[in-house]
């Protein structure tokens, strides 16, 4: 597609349940990112694909989150049991290359309420 | 451990004056260098790059940033503001080049008043 496409862009839901959020990255970029926006907080980097394969998953602050990659093209980030804490923007972006050189194409995000 | 300092979370400028966004880097290595811009319920937006050429850099929307590696800076400046320019800026680096490591500031609100 022309730009990096997620989706919900809002999700409300209560503790204790697991939310999907999806992204689809621009078409062609191999490298794949998520970070989470909190008020507050500032950005903070999730987790990094490369193809398919998740080289640094340091970011995920805790087992509750896991994310795959299918086909070089979609990713998933799941939240296992969410946390009031876990209310924040997520946000996908998506490169050519993991590398400077680069501009990080982000998509609009979505935005996670836990109630 | 390195850090990103925007100078101001909150600026306001006039229609038409000079709009100043400061960045401060904390290594003496040079870094790459990047702004971005979030308009309202909206993604980031790539504004420029700084990844070692030109110490001038040039984006989108009459914005242009220069690295002064002396002062460990990268400010934001566009010569006349619009109110299409009211959004929150992010300056953002990384040292290895990678985004994985990409660190960023806490943000800047830009209001243009008319």
């Known amino acids: 597609g022309a730009g990096v496409s997620q989706s919900p862009s809002n999700k409300v839901t209560e503790k204790g349940k697991d939310v999907e959020l999806r992204c689809d990255p621009i078409?062609?970029?191999?490298?794949l990112y998520w970070y989470r926006q909190s008020l507050g907080q500032g950005l903070e980097f999730l987790i990094y694909?490369?193809?398919?394969?998740?080289?640094?998953k340091s970011g995920l602050p805790s087992d509750r989150f896991s994310a795959e990659r299918t086909g070089g093209s979609v990713s998933t980030l799941t939240i296992q049991r969410t946390q009031q804490e876990d209310s924040a923007v997520y946000l996908c972006a998506s490169s050519r290359q993991d590398s400077g050189n680069y501009g990080y194409t982000f998509g609009s995000g979505t935005r996670l309420t836990v109630v | 451990a390195q850090s990103v300092t925007q100078l101001g979370s909150h600026v306001s400028v006039s229609e038409g004056a000079l709009v100043l966004l400061r960045c401060n880097y904390s290594?003496?290595?040079?870094?790459?260098l990047f702004w971005y811009v979030q308009y309202p319920n909206q993604g980031l937006q790539l504004l420029l790059k700084?990844?070692?050429?030109?110490?001038l850099v040039k984006g989108i929307n009459g914005f242009e940033a220069e690295f002064k590696k002396s002062e460990t800076s990268f400010h934001l400046t566009k010569p006349s503001a619009h109110m299409s320019d009211a959004a929150e800026y992010f300056c953002a680096v990384s040292w290895s080049g990678s985004a994985r490591q990409l660190t960023f500031g806490s943000g800047t609100q830009l209001t243009v008043l008319p």
């Open positions: 694909f490369q193809g398919n394969s998740a080289p640094d």
């Open positions: 290594s003496s290595v040079p870094p790459y």
């Open positions: 700084y990844t070692s050429a030109a110490t």
């Open positions: 078409s062609g970029h191999t490298a």
